[in-house]
């Protein structure tokens, strides 16, 4: 168990490292802090799917996708520019 845990860390960080000088770097790090924040909503017994998260992020309204409830608002404690939406968010220079 230890070893295939160990092969797991090792296999996951190889693949980072390549990400993180990849062009996709940028994406792959938005990606992954929308997918925490929708993990850390559910935990708090939010009941928001990822789907919901990318959405809000990519400014996207989904069709068939029931809306969030009005009277909750989830994203308010958004400060972080990593999970700020998309369309809001601040191009480099």
């Given amino acids: 168990m230890v070893t295939a845990i160990a092969a797991a860390t090792a296999a996951i960080a190889r693949l ?3 990400i993180i000088v990849s062009p996709v770097a940028k994406a792959w790090s ?3 802090a929308w997918s925490g924040y929708a993990r850390a909503l ?3 017994s939010a009941e928001v799917e990822e789907i919901d998260v990318f ?3 990519c400014d996207l309204k989904i069709p ?3 809306p969030l409830p009005s009277h909750l ?3 308010d404690r958004v400060n972080n520019q990593s ?3 998309v369309s809001k968010m ?3 220079d």
């Fill in 55 to 57: 959405s809000w992020g």
């Fill in 90 to 92: 601040q191009t480099p």
């Fill in 73 to 75: 608002d989830l994203f």
């Fill in 83 to 85: 999970l700020r939406p």
């Fill in 30 to 32: 938005t990606r992954a």
């Fill in 16 to 18: 980072d490292a390549r």
């Fill in 42 to 44: 559910q935990l708090q």
């Fill in 64 to 66: 068939g996708r029931p």
